[in-house]
């Protein structure tokens, strides 16, 4: 089975054969790492290309606003589970004050908000302040690991 990322540096698209290492992975067009153990800030249409092409994998969303408390408050600990998390989970941020569309598209009511994805599809959601562990053990739990 051949698992597809997008690239955090040039947005694209890397096919990686099952028994290639995806954490130490670099970009077949500009030649960065696939992974940094830290979370992605993107924007709608980065969150769409993240969700249409990584298969074989998962995409976790931090839906977060600037001027919410308790996402500042997780943003720590949401940076402290990618790097445990990371390569077998692509953790993302959408900013929902410069997103809002993207943010509603996802239907999110209440921030900060979590929403996990694999192959495109929605697998998890959950909403609230958690630390590293809880947001890694959910996240584990949703995906079967």
């Not at 943003?75 to 509603?104: D, T």
């Not at 994805?117 to 079967?144: C, H, N, P, Y």
Request: glycine residues 10%.
């Amino acid at each position: 089975m051949t698992r597809q990322y997008v690239c955090p540096a040039c947005g694209a698209t890397n096919r990686l054969p099952e028994q290639r290492d995806p954490s130490v992975a670099k970009c077949g067009k500009c030649r960065e790492a696939l992974f940094s153990g830290a979370p992605l800030e993107v924007t709608g249409s980065g969150l769409a290309k993240h969700r249409r092409d990584t298969k074989g994998g998962a995409v976790l969303v931090d839906v977060w606003a600037p001027w919410c408390g308790p996402c500042r408050a997780m943003a720590p600990q949401y940076a402290a589970a990618a790097g445990r998390l990371e390569p077998r989970v692509r953790l993302l941020k959408l900013n929902s004050e410069a997103e809002p569309n993207a943010a509603s598209a996802l239907g999110v009511s209440g921030i900060p908000a979590l929403i996990l994805f694999q192959d495109g599809i929605e697998v998890g959601r959950k909403a609230g302040l958690m630390s590293a562990d809880q947001i890694v053990t959910w996240t584990e739990q949703v995906i079967g690991r």
